[in-house]
């Protein structure tokens, strides 16, 4: 593999590797680097490590530009890229969250074994299928006006449960309860709402799934049982998407805003796909309130789909959601930015944290998490490709202190979606993973071509290195068996 990047870079330990500040004068920081030796080799080959070196140089930037192990090139940060700046004297930049805001993934456990779902499958997933709309510019089965939609961006979760797409306790199981406060539709374009309303309960294309999956391996059987995973063999169900053209919308239209707020408070920065704006300016305010409304619409979107995935089993089962057990684990946000307090050389500073492609991993004792999280610290759930394995981890006390709470979020693309459909040319994905005892139902082979294994770093060595490093910790493996793409 041919190296793109020829920059300096120091390995720290086994897991962490440092960009030194000196390498662009620019730099107010040094850029860190979670990674093992064999994945750095292939972290080189693009870009991504010089988008590290471009957000240590952001306005009022704390601590250090991180990067999880599932780096890769992105728009302005890397994908994977962390970073946190101070609220009164730094900046928030729409490049640092991304097109897909809380593009996340939701866990669901059941009382089903493999035995039990093993014969029954392709029912489910094909049930499945039917019952959740996918595909790209897919219309979901919720029809709302503008109105009720403005309640669903400022609710999140918890408007869709009022509408009987849950149960009351699902947002319990969610990150912030499955609603960011201080969501304000009225910072929406008028187009971003037009694109919001008929998507709202859909699964989009492209990376985004729903898997049934089993328990394949106990990793923390203490912290497992306090979640719910009580043994191998163990059904689970996980969702993948965000906040679909709605949020590619909000982000489009917040780039254009805060490329005139660079010129408008002379911030000069390395790489203007980094447009951003001081944090507690009209323009950062507004950005901050539309990127929590189309979060919202996330976990509005992720909730509607929990119901039809219920519904779906109980079709198929013929018994009822709650008999199957199928309440939430979990639910993490990915593509954010969050206001938050952490300590900072001995006190206390209020921070803009930027999770892109990265996942809030809060450690034990943590006051936002509810006392069973408290517990364990915050779940983390970590999707890898649809033929390998996903796992569930929790945060640590040590990604406080090191990554203000955060760690990786998925395996992390080796290969483009064009060079992924080149190298599947005159292959069938379906019958390989089927090969491997996965069932695919997908609305083209062309997104199984784009999102084919071979295109995704080994998730197994992505989570080892979190784990590792400390900056979360392993409680269990599970692999799909049946999978649907939009």
């Not at 004297?89 to 035995?115: K, P």
């Not at 954010?336 to 050389?345: I, M, T, Y």
Request: charged share 25%; glycine share 12%.
């Amino acid at each position: 593999m041919r190296e793109a990047w020829s920059g300096p870079i120091d390995r720290v330990d086994e897991y962490r590797w440092r960009i030194p500040r000196k390498y662009k004068s620019e730099m107010r920081t040094d850029g860190i680097v979670y990674a093992s030796g064999e994945m750095m080799r292939v972290i080189k080959t693009d870009n991504s490590l010089e988008q590290v070196a471009n957000v240590a140089c952001l306005p009022g930037i704390v601590g250090f530009s991180m990067a999880m192990p599932d780096i890769h090139y992105g728009y302005g940060f890397p994908i994977g890229g962390v970073a946190a700046t101070d609220v009164k004297e730094g900046v928030v930049s729409a490049g640092g969250v991304g097109y897909d805001f809380n593009c996340g993934v939701r866990l669901v456990r059941t009382e089903l074994t493999r035995r039990e779902v093993e014969p029954r499958i392709k029912d489910l997933v094909n049930q499945v299928f039917v019952d959740v709309p996918s595909g790209v510019g897919s219309k979901g089965k919720v029809r709302v006006d503008a109105k009720t939609l403005r309640r669903a961006l400022t609710q999140g979760s918890q408007w869709a449960v009022s509408e009987g797409m849950g149960w009351p306790e699902d947002p319990e199981h969610i990150e912030d309860g499955g609603k960011i406060e201080g969501a304000d539709p009225a910072a929406l374009s008028e187009r971003a709402i037009q694109r919001g309303r008929p998507q709202l309960g859909t699964l989009g294309a492209g990376n985004h799934f729903l898997e049934v999956q089993v328990v394949e391996e106990i990793l923390d059987e203490q912290t497992a049982t306090a979640l719910g995973i009580t043994q191998a063999g163990q059904v689970t169900v996980m969702i993948h998407t965000g906040s679909r053209g709605l949020g590619y919308q909000v982000c489009d239209d917040s780039l254009k805003e805060m490329q005139r707020a660079v010129q408008k408070y002379g911030i000069e920065l390395p790489d203007r796909q980094l447009a951003c704006a001081p944090v507690e300016s009209p323009e950062g305010r507004k950005y901050l309130s539309a990127m929590a409304a189309a979060a919202n619409y996330a976990w509005a979107n992720r909730q509607c789909i929990t119901h039809w995935a219920r519904e779906a089993f109980e079709r198929v089962l013929d018994t009822s959601a709650r008999r199957l057990g199928m309440g939430i684990i979990y639910d993490v946000a990915h593509n954010v930015a969050k206001l938050e307090e952490h300590e900072v050389n001995g006190e206390r500073r209020r921070l803009c944290v930027h999770r892109k492609g990265a996942t809030r991993a809060l450690g034990p004792g943590h006051l936002k998490l509810l006392p069973l999280h408290r517990e364990t610290g915050q779940p983390v759930i970590v999707p890898g490709d649809m033929g390998t394995a996903s796992y569930l981890l929790v945060g640590t006390e040590r990604a406080m202190k090191e990554t203000w709470g955060s760690t990786c979020h998925g395996a992390g693309r080796v290969m483009s979606r064009h060079g992924a459909i080149r190298a599947a040319r005159g292959r069938n994905i379906a019958d390989e993973l089927a090969s491997k005892g996965v069932y695919v139902r997908a609305a083209s082979r062309q997104v199984l071509a784009e999102e084919m294994p071979e295109a995704y770093k080994d998730v197994d060595e992505v989570v080892q290195t979190c784990h590792g490093a400390g900056i979360s910790k392993l409680v269990a493996r599970v692999r799909p068996i049946g999978v649907m793409k939009g």
